[in-house]
């Protein structure tokens, strides 16, 4: 009688102290008691003041302060390089061909499940704020969320008008700035109990814009322009067509840099640069304010933040802007992890992650399992990655992207990594496919399709790739009704 008195009496000791909510597995270690996730849109995985192959002026010191204070994860990817489809395989840690969110002009297929309502259903208070973007007529509420504060489609820099709970509001000031107030606003009353929240920022896509507080920040910088941006014979000898095609199109640099009889809404390439990096800064500064309120308050020592990009970006690039394709600047992601008390500060993850793991990931995270009637996961928990321990992991990665006839200049793509060689396969177009030794030639230029001494290699991955896509069901191609603005004018060459 008396240990049962006794064990009523500690367990109301936990529920006072917030350690235990009702449906919730208890959250001492090795499970933190909170859950962050910021995304931010095309922010390319080596533009952080830390990273050696970043501009020697860039500054994202609160990046860099989840670096030193967590974990870099140095080899992130994501599985389809567009900004729908992977923010549904964030949230749901399945492929593009499972969730069926195949490009940006449609909402979500009926039915979807996001992992979000797996944390809801085990007493998990669920909050999103920001950019859903997963078509671009929508922001109403999704299942999942206990708290839903989103703008519709691409939204706008400067001011921003949220569907709050099903009431709409705008709000004058900055994107990032204002969405980061809201979930600041929601945390000093919330904190009290379990959370996960999403804090999706706009930031960094086109057209880039920096908060009124950044503009000119960086202009007249020298800038680093990539060795593969040059129109020559020497980045071109060995591409397929489509790649050189791409610089004369939509999101290609010679689209940009031709005349002003043209009307190019584009602007000249380096004022997209500084913009795209000035526009960077005003996200990282408020990705300081939310970790400084979370020391602030005490609630940092029991909360793990995660943070990444939805794809990469290029900046000139084999001639290009923007992403799409299966090139590293397109697939790979910054994945910044800070849990103070849980991460070792400074650790550095090495395996090869992707989009896909977040789901189960956040779940290992919060002990929360996820529940059997649940579509499966595609991706797998990095957690204990995160915490130093020695787990068997993957050794390749798998791509898929399908043209899409928005944006014309990229065909169909399926690609499969290892740690130093990638195929890239070319799916209705009369073209050659890719294949790039990644130890030798970082920066893609030479395509060693035609090389004899690589054609077992070639064949041997062509093989797995296909078997394993085959084996995924990711073979049946879908043809989606036209929707959308068709951008297919190219320019001419000089």
């Known amino acids: 009688m008396l240990r049962r008195a006794m064990k009523k009496f500690l367990l109301m ?60 994860l140095a080899n992130a990817f994501v599985t389809t390089s567009l900004c729908s489809p992977s923010r549904a395989s964030i949230l749901t840690g399945q492929y593009m061909h499972h969730h069926h969110v195949v490009d940006n002009q449609r909402p979500e297929p009926p039915g979807i499940v996001f992992f979000p309502a797996h944390l809801q259903r085990a007493g998990y208070q669920t909050a999103f704020f920001g950019k859903w973007h997963m078509g671009h007529d929508s922001d109403d509420p999704r299942p999942g969320f206990t708290h839903w504060a989103a703008f519709r489609g691409q939204g706008h820099y400067q001011g921003v008008t949220l569907n709050i709970n099903g009431h709409h509001k705008h709000f004058d000031g900055y994107n990032a700035d204002v969405l980061t107030d809201q979930a600041l606003g929601w945390l000093r009353e919330h904190h009290d109990r379990p959370f996960f929240l999403e804090l999706s920022f706009k930031n960094v896509h086109y057209p880039f814009q920096p908060a009124p507080r950044n503009r000119g920040r960086y202009v007249g910088r020298p800038i680093p322009y990539p060795e593969t941006m040059a129109n020559t014979e020497a980045n071109y000898e060995t591409a397929p067509h489509w790649v050189r095609e791409r ?50 308050s005490g609630v940092a020592t029991n909360t793990f933040v995660l943070y990444l990009g939805d794809n990469g970006f290029h900046l000139g690039e084999h001639g290009f802007y923007d992403k799409r394709d299966a090139y590293e600047t397109s697939i790979r992601v910054p994945m910044l992890a800070w849990a103070p008390g849980f991460i070792k500060p400074g650790t550095v993850v090495t395996q090869m992650v992707e989009n896909i793991d977040l789901a189960p990931t956040f779940l290992e ?35 898929e992207y399908h043209w899409e006839r928005n944006f014309p200049a990229t065909p169909t793509l399926f690609a499969i990594r290892t740690e130093r060689y990638k195929y890239i396969y070319t799916y209705g177009l009369w073209d050659k496919d890719g294949f790039y030794d990644l130890a030798t030639d970082p920066v893609e230029r030479h395509n060693l399709i035609n090389v004899p001494a690589y054609q077992g290699l070639i064949a041997t991955l062509q093989k797995q790739l296909f078997d394993e896509l085959e084996a995924s069901g990711a073979l049946n191609i879908p043809v989606r009704r036209p929707a959308g603005e068709v951008l297919k004018q190219r320019k001419l060459r000089r």
């Open 365 to 399: 995270a919060a002990g929360v399992t996820r529940p059997a009637d649940a579509p499966k996961f595609d991706g797998r928990s990095f957690w204990p990655l995160l915490r130093g321990r020695s787990i068997p992991w993957r050794n390749h990665i798998l791509y």
């Open 247 to 296: 610089r004369y199109g939509i999101h290609g640099v010679d689209h940009m840099q031709t005349s002003p009889l043209d009307h190019d809404p584009v602007p000249d390439f380096d004022a997209f640069y500084y913009n795209y990096c000035e526009t960077l800064f005003s996200l990282d500064e408020n990705i300081g304010r939310l970790l400084d309120w979370l020391e602030q």
């Open 13 to 72: 000791l936990a529920v006072a102290a917030g350690g235990i909510s009702v449906g919730v597995r208890s959250l001492a270690a090795p499970h933190p008691r909170n859950l962050i996730l910021l995304l931010s849109d095309d922010h390319r995985y080596d533009f952080m003041s830390f990273m050696t192959n970043a501009p020697s002026w860039l500054e994202t010191p609160n990046l860099d302060r989840m670096a030193k204070g967590g974990a870099h």
